[in-house]
């Protein structure tokens, strides 16, 4: 949530999660310090928007080329700093890289000039970019979320401001040193190093012409509301509860490793993760059993160690509060099939079943390596339970039938669904949600439109009339 904004300041630390040792204190940014970003960043808004699209697509390839000769210093900070295994780390860098070559390669004519021709005569629709763009991210995928926002953003002639979540400062500050080094002038991309609590003025600033959310329900409707009053666009990620629709004719070993992907990578901290196990009656039992054979199997350790089988959460607090979620929907009647248990900022892989309406693991995002099971008796019950839910981002759909599984994915209530293929993002294809999992798009076509201006322009000759 980004509550009301105080003058005072704090240290952001940036902490281990495997271990718990502070690895660099930052100071927070004083109001004045933030003043003069945001002035700096107007200032280079009124340059940059004049530069050509063959010099922006130099400064997204320089980028790119960076992160890829740096993406083992890169992975390392992200995963001692977030707990992701290095494992997970290296491809979050390679993906970053692909988004902005792709907006260097396709920027210029996603944002070409559209005609209009139609019985009311012609026009001309054209893309321009409209000021500051203030992108707000969470510590999951440090370089991914900003990389999304800021290469259409700055490709479009936009400029951005990104906070990054308090608990990955060092991050933050390596994605801001890598644009510099790119080349990008000083304010057209900055690193905000504040607390949440000191976020929220910016949405107030006139100078700041939308808001890019990716966060938690709760903070995305306090910062929706506040952009609201401001009239002030807002693209929003809320997170999901993404059903995982197992059908009886799936290939049973190719879903399972679809399943230990889905529920695992990242330690199960992803918003598009599988959350709900939605199978089909006749095969329940053998897929229960198999996935209970896996999760039992795997041991913690070092997330810089490749042969870990899973590292810690992002800090002891989230594992906390994790292991709340579970232990308040066992009271209510769900069952532990294996796992759920905490040691620090670890939490045992878990499989849950028989998950009682209104229960935390019902209603709410499990934000970690819990699997919760939903046995249902045919196709049919499968959709209507996963469109039970309020959250609407990702899905997907396990079945030997392509043009079934196509069929079952349309009726999904979700903003993707994926058929054989666990959700996942792709720097050419949009993703966002429905429902309470948010609204807009990002990446592809749909994402760098979001904050431009598209403009139409009719031309008639000097003696027409209206």
């Known amino acids: 949530m980004i509550p009301t904004t105080t003058t005072e300041t704090r240290s952001l630390k940036s902490v281990n999660p495997y271990n718990g040792e502070v690895l660099k204190t930052y100071e927070e940014m004083t109001p004045d310090q933030v003043d003069a970003a945001i002035g700096k960043a107007d200032s280079a808004y009124r340059q940059w928007r004049e530069t050509s699209y063959e010099h922006r697509a130099g400064m997204l390839r320089s980028v790119a080329r960076l992160l890829r000769e ?20 290296l491809p979050e860098i390679d993906l970053c890289a692909t988004i902005f070559d792709y907006y260097a390669d396709e920027g210029a004519s996603l944002l070409a000039p559209k005609e209009y021709k139609t019985f009311e005569g012609e026009g001309t629709l054209v893309h321009q970019p409209t000021g500051i763009v203030y992108g707000i991210q969470p510590w999951n995928f440090p370089f991914y979320q900003p990389s999304r926002v800021a290469a259409p953003q700055l490709m479009a002639g936009n400029v951005v401001l990104t906070k990054h979540a308090s608990n990955v400062p060092q991050c933050a500050e390596a994605f801001d040193d890598i644009l510099k080094e790119a080349g990008v002038p000083e304010g057209v991309h900055t690193n905000l190093q504040l607390s949440a609590r000191n976020a929220g003025s910016i949405i107030d600033d006139d100078r700041v012409v939308g808001v890019a959310f990716t966060g938690s329900n709760r903070g995305g409707a306090a910062v929706g509301e506040q952009a609201g009053r401001n009239v002030k666009k807002t693209v929003m990620e809320l997170g999901g509860v993404d059903p995982f629709i197992v059908l009886e004719d799936a290939d049973m070993d190719a879903t399972l490793e679809r399943f230990m992907f889905a529920k695992l990578h990242a330690t199960g901290q992803i918003c598009i993760a599988a959350k709900r196990i939605i199978l089909v009656e006749s095969i329940a039992q053998e ?16 997330p810089l160690d490749e042969t870990t089988g899973y590292g810690p959460v992002c800090n002891e607090k989230a594992a906390i509060d994790l292991e709340r979620q579970i232990a308040e929907s066992v009271k209510a009647g769900a069952k532990i099939l294996v796992g759920g248990k905490r040691d620090g900022a670890f939490i045992e892989p878990a499989i849950m079943t028989d998950i009682p309406k209104g229960s935390p693991a019902d209603i709410e995002e499990l934000f970690g390596p819990v699997a919760l099971i939903h046995i249902v008796e045919d196709e049919e019950e499968a959709i209507r339970s996963a469109n039970d839910s309020d959250f609407g981002l990702g899905g997907s759909v396990h079945t030997n039938d392509l043009e079934r599984g196509r069929r079952v994915a349309e009726r999904i209530e979700s903003g993707t669904c994926f058929v054989n293929q666990v959700s996942w993002t792709y720097a050419s294809m949009p993703m966002g949600g429905v429902k309470k999992s948010g609204y807009g798009r990002e990446l592809a076509d749909l994402g760098i439109m979001e904050f431009v201006n598209a403009k139409l322009i009719r031309v008639f000759d000097q003696d027409h009339v209206i």
């Open 70 to 89: 740096r993406r083992e210093e890169l992975a390392r900070i992200m995963t001692l700093e977030m707990g992701k295994k290095i494992g997970d780390s």
């Open 287 to 302: 897929f229960i059993n198999r996935a209970r054979d896996r999760f039992a199997a795997l041991t913690p350790g070092d």
